[in-house]
């Protein structure tokens, strides 16, 4: 009695066949979701570090802020985070959030417009928990976007710190 063991080479083409043809119908959902993808994980990010330094603001009794620097070039757009050191009397990077680069792909706008794209931006927390923009008592607003035209709103309300994700503008 003769058993074979193995598969035929029409059996490895049938199968590699199958296998390709599986990839190339799902290569375009992949990356059609892939920029969704970098919108939410940029938010969540981005609101978890505000919530980050608002808590230490509270904890700390102390300032801090989110100092944002967007170039004309979304893809050297970043942020970091500061903390208010009376010993010395200035701002101070802090090691935790340190410098975040905002992901490929996603554009980041500031204040109460969201075609005002480029410049230098702060969000300060008081050690009460609430926040100002730029030196104002005024809510900060960012708004996220990415390549598709997907959107996305924080808002950071003044008199009580809180930080608010909606869809869309």
Known sequence: MYYEHGM???????????????IALAIPGIITILP????????????????EA?????????????????????????????FYDP??????????????????DVDIKFINSPSNSTGSYSIEFKPDGTSSFASTNTNANIYISNIKGSKKKISILSSTGFIQVTDGW
């Open 8 to 22: 035929t080479i029409l059996e490895i083409a049938v199968a590699a066949s199958i296998i390709s043809l599986i």
């Open 87 to 104: 010993n010395i009397s200035s701002w101070e990077n802090d090691p935790d959030i340190g410098l975040q680069r905002i992901k490929k």
């Open 54 to 82: 608002r808590l230490k603001a509270v904890s700390l009794n102390t300032f801090y802020r989110m100092s944002f620097i967007l170039a004309s070039d979304p893809d050297t757009d970043f942020y970091k985070g500061e």
């Open 36 to 51: 969704r993808l970098n919108l939410n994980s940029q938010t969540a990010i981005l609101q978890g570090d505000l919530q």
